[in-house]
T-cell receptor, first 117, second 115 residues
Framework: AQSVTQLGSHVSVSEGALVLLRCNYS??????LFWYVQYPNQGLQLLLK??????LVKGINGFEAEFKKSETSFHLTKPSAHMSDAAEYFC???????????????FGKGTHLIIQP | ETGVTQSPTHLIKTRGQQVTLRCSSQ?????VSWYQQALGQGPQFIFQYYREEENGRGNFPPRFSGLQFPNYSSELNVNALELDDSALYLC??????????????FGPGTRLLVL
């Protein structure tokens, strides 16, 4: 079974500062990894995903994440925070079941990103 | 291309009642998944349907059931509601052609309150 740990339920950064949201996963098979963002009273929007290939993945709104197999990590970064980045961020993992079909996404508990002016 | 829509947006029920939540997937998407998001938590996978058949299930009891229809709509039914069923219920659709690496597109959710 897979699991996701997001370190820090709340992260506060100043506008213009680096954003770093941490995600570690546990999976017995090669994972597919996702970051989603959720604004208040809205559903989830995909920021980026890693499936195979290049380990540095670029997403929307200037976010990127690096898959590090040796560290079982998939941390999300953005060089310069903007006020509009304030939201809840979820890291998620999915793995193919061996006999076919697919399990659903397993999400972390989320990190609330606060941007200070 | 329309996105994923869900209805109703909010719902209040009492313990023991039954509820049906509805989702309309993006056109052409053969896979729909349902998630439960309790307050302050990440979404939890309930089940997934592919071409009208259940394709996978999370750790939820049988009183959570679903249906998927040929017109890309689907339902989540919950019987014998319990107070802990109060949550945001999210529907997500994906094309269903390349498996787990596909992006799941989420709807805005239905917020259910059980009193």
């Amino acid at each position: 079974a897979q699991s996701v740990t997001q370190l820090g339920s709340h992260v506060s950064v100043s506008e213009g500062a680096l954003v770093l949201l941490r995600c570690n996963y546990s999976s017995s098979v090669p994972p597919y990894l996702f970051w989603y963002v959720q604004y208040p009273n809205q559903g989830l929007q995909l920021l980026l995903k890693y499936t195979t290939g290049a380990t540095l993945v670029k997403g929307i709104n200037g976010f990127e994440a690096e898959f590090k197999k040796s560290e079982t990590s998939f941390h999300l970064t953005k060089p310069s925070a903007h006020m509009s980045d304030a939201a809840e961020y979820f890291c998620a993992v999915i793995t193919y079941r061996f006999r076919g079909g697919a399990d659903g996404l397993t999400f972390g508990k989320g990190t609330h990103l606060i941007i200070q002016p | 291309e329309t996105g994923v829509t869900q209805s109703p947006t909010h719902l209040i029920k009492t313990r023991g009642q039954q509820v049906t939540l509805r989702c309309s997937s993006q056109s052409g998407h053969n896979t729909v998944s349902w998630y439960q998001q309790a307050l302050g938590q990440g979404p939890q996978f309930i089940f997934q349907y592919y071409r009208e058949e259940e394709n996978g299930r999370g750790n939820f009891p049988p009183r959570f059931s679903g249906l998927q229809f040929p017109n890309y709509s689907s339902e989540l039914n919950v019987n014998a509601l319990e107070l802990d069923d109060s949550a945001l219920y999210l529907c997500a659709s994906s094309p269903g052609t390349s498996g787990s690496e596909e992006t799941q597109y989420f709807g805005p959710g239905t917020r259910l309150l059980v009193l």
